[in-house]
């Protein structure tokens, strides 16, 4: 599709590799309530990079501020070298944000939507239309574009609202919990948009929730807890973090099992389904070690797996503090 | 205090988006309004509604009230009551007509607001004033239609005015005016409301207040306390305005008065509107 759009293709290519969002020592708060405190993050241009962080972690707050909707109490904010505070106007020609809100226009048709889009940002009315359907095309909404938003599906309305973010290709777009309320299907649609934008040199900040998808998209991910950025870094990175993982030795039968138990003094038990968990400290050492054991008492064994930790474990690790 | 490095404006900014958000005001105006009425159009349900309410309070009154009302207003010949009450209480009517479309202005702009669409056009630099304008044209547009078609009930049921060419203009102007400062009310409720209900109801308070004033009796047949109270309320001076300029009744100081309250309306609305544009966009 971008091969077919050689402006698009154009815009792309001369982008230096320079920092695409540059906070620095950003806070805000609302009367006497710190929502962010001293934040700093870097966003390469054509990256990825999640903003991980439970409810009223400061995420949304962030995402205002980068697209110039509240402005900042203290720090610096520049998207693609533009200050939002001083160069509100060049900031919000090269940012596009997807907020949590649907901000589409649900007495018009997908396509009058677009089009509303193409004419504010001043394309031109045979630009606009075009554009308007190969982002319809793009996002599968062919079928739909002339019909009510009354008629659409959650997923359809949030890939109709990206798609009005991506009119005029924006340099960076700031998705805010892009797929909170989607079922699985549309998830993976929306992050399958997410990649394509990324490949064609789009920089992507998104604000998630959920662990798996700043697994799947992020190439760095910034864990954002009270206001604070915890931890910051690629996703393996942040693996390292929280030490070792666990085996799960599984048993067919109870007797197996106790010897093995006995033999294994570290492990936790899970009498119920003849379980046991060893904690590894990384590496295969510990593997080794209980596989010897067991064979050296010949106990068969009916299943293993080995669990390396996941950004579960580490988001629970940083996260501490204010998790229920 | 910031660490930006210097570099020229995005290549995709440098497009026709570019040439700064005050240049496109006018442009992006024009966009606005083009959608107000499109929403106008696709959904005449809120259209009909303020229509249908003061045509329906009209025959009311008339037909039902207007015999007896009519018969007791000043050197009325009791005979021609309702005939004398349609005069008197069509002006009335057309204020009631303007106040009751705030509350269609108020739901949309209370949407638009809640949905989050608001934001998005802030993100997209288009001047605050391109977005209020083209709600209250747009709704400016809607009252006066409603207007002139509730008018022409009247005049199928027998309104007769008296007024020349000269009146009907500056009828139509008084009513323009009226609309555009009721209007501005409405989009600043719309903002003020936390919900879409709540904005719908609000500005139901301005359709009552045609009813506290020299809309349906004269004002001085009230009690003293409600005497005071319509004559210095903005809809007094607007009616008699209206029923000076349609029924060569005296007209006094009311349309200098009249103006001055849609001025006072319309300069407070778009302030209200526009402290609160900011705040209420981003949730």
């Known amino acids: 599709m971008n091969a077919a759009n050689p402006a698009g293709a154009a815009t792309v290519a001369p982008r230096a590799p320079a920092a695409a969002i540059e906070v620095r020592g950003l806070r805000k708060s609302y009367g006497t309530r710190l929502v962010l405190d001293d934040v700093d993050l870097t966003v390469a241009a054509g990256t990825v990079t999640a903003l991980l962080g439970p409810n009223g972690a400061g995420k949304t707050t962030a995402v205002h501020i980068l697209s110039t909707l509240v402005r900042p109490d203290a720090g610096s904010v520049a998207i693609a070298g533009h200050d939002v505070v001083r160069d509100t106007a060049a900031v919000r020609a090269s940012i596009g944000l997807t907020g949590q809100f ?24 045979r630009a606009a239309k075009a554009r308007a359907a190969e982002l319809l095309e793009r ?3 062919v079928d739909a574009a002339r019909t009510p938003l009354a008629t659409y599906s959650g997923g359809m309305q949030r890939r109709l609202d990206l798609a009005m973010t991506l009119v005029e290709r924006p340099a960076v777009i700031v998705l805010d919990e892009p797929t909170t309320g989607l079922d699985p299907r549309s998830r993976r649609t929306l992050w399958g948009i997410v990649r394509e934008l990324v490949a064609e040199g789009t920089t992507v900040l998104l604000t998630t929730q959920y662990l798996d998808e700043a697994d799947a998209l992020a190439d760095r991910i910034a864990v954002l807890d009270g206001g604070r950025i915890v931890a910051e870094g690629t996703p393996d990175a942040l693996k390292r973090l929280v030490p070792g993982g666990h085996l799960r030795l599984s048993f067919a039968d109870a007797p197996a099992y106790d010897s093995a138990a006995t033999l294994l003094p570290d492990a936790t038990r899970d009498d119920a389904s003849l379980v046991l968990t060893v904690a590894t400290a990384g590496g295969t050492g510990t593997l080794r070690t209980v596989l010897d054991r067991l064979d050296a008492a010949e106990l068969p064994l009916e299943d293993l797996s080995i669990h390396t930790p996941d950004l579960d474990d580490v988001f629970f690790a940083l996260t501490k503090g204010s998790a229920s | ?5 210097d570099r020229p404006a995005s290549p995709r900014g440098g497009g026709a988006g570019s040439n700064g958000p005050r240049s496109h005001v006018l442009a992006d105006t024009l966009t606005m309004l083009d959608r107000t009425m499109l ?13 249908v309410g003061p045509v329906v309070i009209l025959l009311l009154f008339v037909f039902v009230l207007g015999g007896t009302l009519g018969a007791g207003l000043p050197g009325v010949d009791p005979a021609g009551g309702r005939a004398a009450y349609l005069a ?11 106040a009751g479309t705030a509350g269609g202005t108020a739901t949309t702009v209370s949407m638009d607001m809640t ?12 001047a605050r004033a391109s977005v209020l304008a083209g709600h209250v044209l747009g709704n400016t547009i809607q009252a006066l239609i409603a ?3 509730v008018l022409g009930v009247g005049l199928a049921i027998g309104f007769r005015p008296s007024a020349g ?11 323009a005016l009226v609309a555009f400062a009721i209007t501005w009310l409405g989009v600043a409720m719309g903002m003020q409301a936390k919900s879409v209900e709540t904005a719908s109801n609000l500005p139901l308070v301005l359709t009552f207040l045609p009813l506290l004033g020299s809309g349906f009796v004269p004002a001085d047949s009230m009690p003293d306390w409600l005497q005071g109270f319509a004559a210095y309320q903005p809809f007094t001076p607007i009616i008699e305005t209206l029923r000076g300029l349609l029924l060569s009744t005296p007209l006094g100081w009311s349309p200098a008065l009249a103006v001055g309250w849609c001025l006072v309306l319309a300069v407070g609305g778009y302030v209200w509107s526009r402290i609160l544009y900011e705040r209420r966009s981003v949730r």
């Open chain 2, 88 to 98: 008197y209480v069509l002006p009335g009517i057309l204020a009631i007509t303007i």
């Open chain 1, 139 to 141: 996002f599968d909404l």
């Open chain 2, 165 to 175: 060419p000269l009146e009907w203009l500056a009828t139509a102007g008084m009513l």
């Open chain 2, 115 to 126: 949905q989050g669409i608001t934001a998005r056009f802030r993100t997209m630099a288009i």
């Open chain 2, 147 to 149: 207007v002139a078609l």
């Open chain 2, 1 to 5: 205090m910031t660490t930006a490095i």
């Open chain 2, 39 to 51: 929403h106008l159009v696709r959904y005449p349900g809120l259209s009909v509604f303020t229509i």
């Open chain 1, 102 to 125: 649907s901000a589409v226009d649900t007495l018009l048709t997908g396509e009058e939507n677009l089009l509303l889009m193409g004419r504010l940002r001043h394309l031109g009315r």
